[in-house]
């Protein structure tokens, strides 16, 4: 999510590390922060906003140094400040360090930090580790990284110096890519290749549990027992554009591909499978009132309207909340009466869209209680509403929605577990949901394993100038939102429909030339959905399904299948959105359309 570069050697560590940083900022950041050594002395400078506040700081200042750690940060934990920034300091200002990453544990280690006098000034989980680190440092900073690590729960991508060990700086990580490099110009690491390729193109990336020792002209990798690891370097022939993508062509395809990392980030630390509930602190000053919940309206847009409707089968069926979903575009106009009891949940990828924000207002002159379920940190609507829940999926830039959406949805599973086990839903239910909704990672690796299949399906299928996506209970808002990504990047005509409504009114457009993409697992509803399938059959349409891994009934019936694998019914959508999101993907390209610009479209709406 945040941005990490750092260098020592000789040639000029401010000016490498500010270009490196710069490139690390299409991702989009709030704050940017940086930690130069000339040896002796160490200076910190952080600053709220972009990469050219700091530079226009930096530039100020005569900064000479041999090495230098730099951040650009993403908020996750405390709100957009100067203090909040990295890097993060020890007390005496000895030890720094840039993270990427989340502390789960940061609060029991922080209050007892605190007891043995140690003096924190941000809100952040990073800021433990430089005190942690601080606590066993004894000269060797290497040896007191490592002892620090053993007590942190979490994930980790993080750069450490130290004033008195300026010949080196130390790295670690765990679930938080890092690559380093050392060769005749100095040693690099980065969060990112797209940051120091331009001084290297043979890197070494780390694996969870290891630790670098990076001089000028050397280094070494151990893991956290400090056993030494021989790790080969890759050549990458990538140019920075490309490594800003890590390699793939499109900012949309690699949001699809890292859905597996981005939803494991939304449950991270909110789980707790042997009790059968999750647990959100950003909704935990809310929880006694949430108890009294009696209706739950959400509201949203696009994409984020769809992942909602999901959210309504969900709350639903797991809470018993009676559930209202809404456009907000639409609903910022009704006149619409509250009632006792009631909570307005907004979902926003960006937390700027204007409709949702509107409709914000309309609830908060009611005085009704406003939730949201955000992925910007520090956004309009994450500050506006009284309480809510991040999903923490990491920058967006696609400007067609993918990864939002998945982490929505598992937001919203989490959300209905929470309200649920407050209700009625027994410890057994829930812990099953729990354990569900752990294994999602595994199964969305599983499902995003041969994406080649659906790119000769787009291919196929081409010609077509409609198509329409149906889907039962919780796969309707699926069909939507595949008919959304389609036309929103291929601009091909497309509508999602409920199967049930197929032949109240949208089976008449039904011929050979006009497919369908039916999102059919097996389900509670299968049967029925099968049933609208042959209703199209027998009109000559032809059909794509989405279907259960192992369903062999079905290949008699339907043109073509793509296959998810099996997962209980609440969470289908979770998987079976994918495939319609990868299908979008390469109908796009096959027309040569830039799927991550567009026409017309703009990531953020920010006007009506
Ligand atoms: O940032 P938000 O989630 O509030 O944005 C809502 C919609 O504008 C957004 O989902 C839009 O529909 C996307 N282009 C869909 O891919």
């Known amino acids: 999510m945040c941005g990490i570069i750092g260098y020592i050697g000789d040639n000029g560590a401010l000016d490498?590390?500010?270009?490196g940083l710069k490139r690390l900022e299409y991702r989009g950041y709030d704050s940017a922060g940086l930690a130069i050594s000339n040896g002796k002395e160490v200076s910190?400078?952080?600053?709220?906003?972009?990469?050219?506040?700091?530079?226009?700081?930096?530039?100020?200042?005569?900064?000479?140094?041999?090495?230098?750690?730099?951040?650009?940060?993403?908020?996750?934990?405390?709100?957009?400040?100067?203090?909040?920034?990295?890097?993060?300091?020890?007390?005496?200002?000895?030890?720094?360090?840039?993270?990427?990453?989340?502390?789960?544990?940061?609060?029991?280690?922080?209050?007892?930090?605190?007891?043995?006098?140690?003096?924190?000034?941000?809100?952040?989980?990073?800021?433990?580790?430089?005190?942690?680190i601080e606590h066993f440092y004894n000269g060797n900073l290497e040896e007191a990284v490592i002892k620090a690590l053993k007590y942190i729960k979490g994930t980790y991508g993080?750069?450490?110096?130290?004033?008195?060990?300026?010949?080196?700086?130390?790295?670690?990580?765990?679930?938080?890519?890092?690559?380093?490099?050392?060769?005749?110009?100095?040693?690099?690491v980065a969060s990112d290749p797209s940051a120091i390729i331009s001084h290297s193109k043979r890197m070494i990336f780390l694996e969870d549990g290891e630790v670098a020792v990076i001089k000028k002209d050397d280094f070494i990798i151990t893991d956290l027992e400090r056993k030494v690891k021989d790790k080969k370097e890759t050549e990458l022939d990538w140019d920075i554009e490309e490594a800003q993508k890590s390699g793939y062509a499109h900012f949309m395809l690699k949001e699809i591909m890292e859905q597996s990392?981005?939803?494991?980030?939304?449950?991270?630390?909110?789980?707790?499978?042997?009790?059968?509930?999750?647990?959100?602190?950003?909704?935990?000053?809310?929880?006694?009132?949430?108890?009294?919940?009696?209706?739950?309206?959400?509201?949203?847009?696009?994409?984020s309207y769809?992942?909602?409707?999901?959210?309504?089968?969900?709350?639903?069926?797991?809470?018993?909340?009676?559930?209202?979903?809404?456009?907000?575009?639409?609903?910022?106009?009704?006149?619409?009466?509250?009632?006792?009891?009631e909570a307005y949940l907004f979902i926003s990828q960006s937390g700027e869209t204007a409709d949702s924000l509107a409709a914000l207002k309309e609830v908060k002159k009611r005085k009704a209680l406003s939730l949201g379920i955000v992925n910007v940190v520090g956004s309009s609507i994450a500050r506006e509403t009284d309480a809510g829940v991040y999903n923490h999926a990491g920058p967006e830039i696609g400007v067609a929605s993918t990864k939002a959406f998945t982490s929505q949805v598992?937001?919203?599973?989490?959300?209905?577990?929470?309200?649920?086990?407050?209700?009625?839903?027994?410890?057994?239910?829930?812990?099953?949901?729990?354990?569900?909704?752990?294994?999602?990672?595994?199964?969305?690796?599983?499902?995003?394993?041969?994406?080649?299949a659906i790119e000769l399906l787009a291919k196929k299928y081409n010609s077509a100038s409609n198509f329409l996506f149906i889907g039962r209970k919780y796969s309707y808002p699926v069909a939507m939102e595949g008919a959304l990504k389609l036309k929103e990047i291929s601009y091909i005509h497309s509508e999602g429909y409920s199967a049930g409504e197929m032949k109240h009114g949208p089976i008449a457009l039904i011929e050979?030339?006009?497919?369908?993409?039916?999102?059919c697992p097996q389900d509670s509803v299968y049967e029925k959905t099968v049933s609208n399938i042959q209703e199209i059959k027998a009109r000559n349409g032809k059909v794509i399904a989405i279907t259960t891994q192992g369903n062999e009934e079905i290949k008699s019936l339907v043109d073509d299948i793509i296959y998810i694998p099996k997962v209980n019914e609440v969470l289908s959508p979770?998987?079976?959105?994918?495939?319609?999101?990868?299908?979008?993907?390469?109908?796009?390209?096959?027309?040569?359309?830039?799927?991550?610009?567009?026409?017309?479209l703009a990531k953020s709406v920010t006007v009506e």
């Open 574 to 600: 979770i998987l079976s959105v994918i495939p319609v999101q990868i299908f979008a993907y390469y109908m796009a390209v096959s027309f040569g359309h830039n799927p991550d610009m567009p026409r017309n």
């Open 16 to 19: 490498i590390g500010m270009k």
């Open 512 to 519: 050979e030339n006009f497919p369908t993409i039916a999102i």
């Open 44 to 132: 910190c400078i952080k600053v709220v906003g972009k990469v050219e506040e700091l530079e226009k700081i930096v530039g100020d200042k005569d900064l000479v140094g041999s090495s230098i750690i730099l951040h650009s940060r993403w908020a996750t934990h405390g709100g957009i400040t100067e203090s909040n920034a990295h890097p993060h300091a020890d007390c005496k200002g000895n030890i720094f360090v840039v993270h990427n990453g989340i502390i789960e544990n940061y609060k029991q280690i922080r209050e007892k930090l605190k007891l043995m006098g140690h003096k924190f000034v941000s809100e952040t989980d990073t800021e433990v580790l430089p005190h942690l």
């Open 261 to 303: 990392e981005s939803v494991a980030n939304s449950m991270r630390g909110r789980l707790i499978i042997e009790e059968g509930i999750s647990k959100l602190g950003g909704i935990d000053s809310v929880k006694d009132k949430l108890k009294d919940i009696k209706k739950i309206n959400i509201l949203a847009c696009g994409t």
């Open 410 to 452: 598992v937001v919203l599973a989490l959300v209905a577990l929470f309200l649920g086990r407050q209700r009625n839903l027994s410890l057994a239910d829930g812990k099953t949901i729990a354990k569900e909704i752990s294994k999602l990672p595994e199964l969305i690796n599983n499902t995003l394993k041969d994406i080649s």
């Open 158 to 188: 993080l750069v450490v110096m130290a004033k008195h060990n300026s010949d080196r700086i130390v790295v670690a990580r765990m679930f938080s890519p890092l690559v380093i490099s050392v060769n005749e110009h100095g040693g690099f």
């Open 306 to 341: 769809y992942a909602g409707l999901i959210g309504e089968y969900l709350l639903e069926e797991l809470a018993g909340i009676p559930t209202e979903v809404d456009f907000a575009s639409e609903f910022r106009y009704r006149k619409f009466p509250t009632v006792e009891n």
